[in-house]
């Protein structure tokens, strides 16, 4: 247990050292620069954490492993329901453009707990003029930890996302690439915003 929870307590050092960051005029960044992207990252991060608009709740309920790059024998034996929950912060932009911070823990494939916490960031596009309807892809970003990989040494991540809401409610989506029988899976996770 000691060793499970100084995995998450090396991520949540991590994700607070990084919203620590004094806020700042983002459009007094050059962005065209690996600094000026990264000085904008951070006002992003601090923004939510210091202004958000939502409290989220997570719910993961997918982790399907591609069957095209899986035995099907190891297929059989995982875990693809990864119960767990989280808790996050979220704001959009005039454009619908999504910035949450967020922590998860869930069960993972070997049906061990994998906690996650990271920032994500999604252009996004109304599909109503009421502004209810939306659509996001983008990316996520953070660090987890697991069983089978060094006994949850913290690892960096960053995945694709994509998602699809109505009003506070969120679908959202990540692939994880990898090689044959590791890695490619799809894990899906409900995000509800109050």
């Not at 806020?23 to 923004?47: I, L």
């Not at 409290?55 to 767990?84: A, C, Q």
Request: hydrophobic share 35%; net charge negative; glycine share 10%.
């Amino acid at each position: 247990m000691i060793k499970k929870t100084s995995g998450l307590l090396m991520a949540l050092f991590c994700l607070s050292f990084t919203v620590s960051a004094e806020q700042t005029d983002v459009t007094a960044h050059n962005g065209n620069n690996a600094s000026g992207w990264w000085q904008n990252v951070k006002d992003n991060v601090s923004e939510t954490w210091h202004n958000p608009q939502y409290t989220d709740v997570y719910i993961p309920f997918l982790s399907w492993h591609n069957r095209f790059m899986y035995d099907s024998d190891k297929t059989d034996h995982y875990n693809e329901m990864p119960w767990g929950g989280g808790i996050g912060y979220s704001r959009y932009t005039e454009e619908g453009n999504w910035h949450g911070l967020f922590a998860m823990v869930f069960q993972d494939s070997h049906r061990e707990w994998q906690p996650a916490v990271g920032y994500g960031w999604e252009k996004g596009w109304y599909l109503t003029q009421n502004k209810d309807a939306r659509v996001g892809l983008g990316l996520a970003g953070g660090i987890t930890a697991r069983d089978d990989f060094a006994n949850y040494v913290p690892l960096p991540f960053v995945f694709p996302i994509l998602s699809a809401g109505y009003k506070n409610v969120n679908l959202q989506f990540t692939y994880i690439p990898g090689t044959y029988n590791n890695g490619n899976v799809l894990f899906a996770w409900v995000r509800y915003g109050f």
